[in-house]
């Protein structure tokens, strides 16, 4: 019993630490998709990608720098876009076959042909 409540309050708290940085990015595309306001949606990436990495959750920077340099490609600015992304993309040497991994790793191939 009690090692089942130590894990239910490691969930609960991994949660509470990394929602906020998952809201910021959903509202990201919230303004994206909605709103069709890329700046607004690249202020809350820029949001997520610093709340994800100073709570230390790679997997969430590594997401909110894709839609990130999504937006920034769409706009034209291929070059940075690519280097940001492909900063954090290094970071991860195993679990290369995530969706997330493979989402960057595409966006990164199509920056380098255009």
């Known amino acids: ?12 708290l991994q949660l509470k630490l990394l929602a906020p940085s998952a809201i910021i990015l959903w509202q990201g595309l919230a303004d994206l998709s ?8 690249l202020e809350q990436y820029e949001r997520a990608i610093s709340l994800a990495n100073a709570q230390a959750s790679p997997s969430f920077e590594l997401r909110a720098t894709t839609s990130w340099a ?11 876009a690519s280097n940001r992304l492909l900063k954090i993309y ?3 040497n195993e679990g290369l ?7 960057a790793k595409a ?6 042909t255009t």
């Open 107 to 112: 966006l990164l191939s199509t920056s380098r």
């Open 34 to 41: 909605m709103r069709n306001d890329p700046a607004a949606a």
């Open 90 to 92: 290094r970071r991860f």
């Open 1 to 12: 019993m009690g090692t089942e409540r130590l894990r239910r309050a490691q969930c609960d």
């Open 97 to 103: 076959d995530t969706p997330d991994l493979m989402d």
């Open 70 to 80: 999504r937006v920034m490609s769409k706009r034209r600015n291929t070059s940075d």
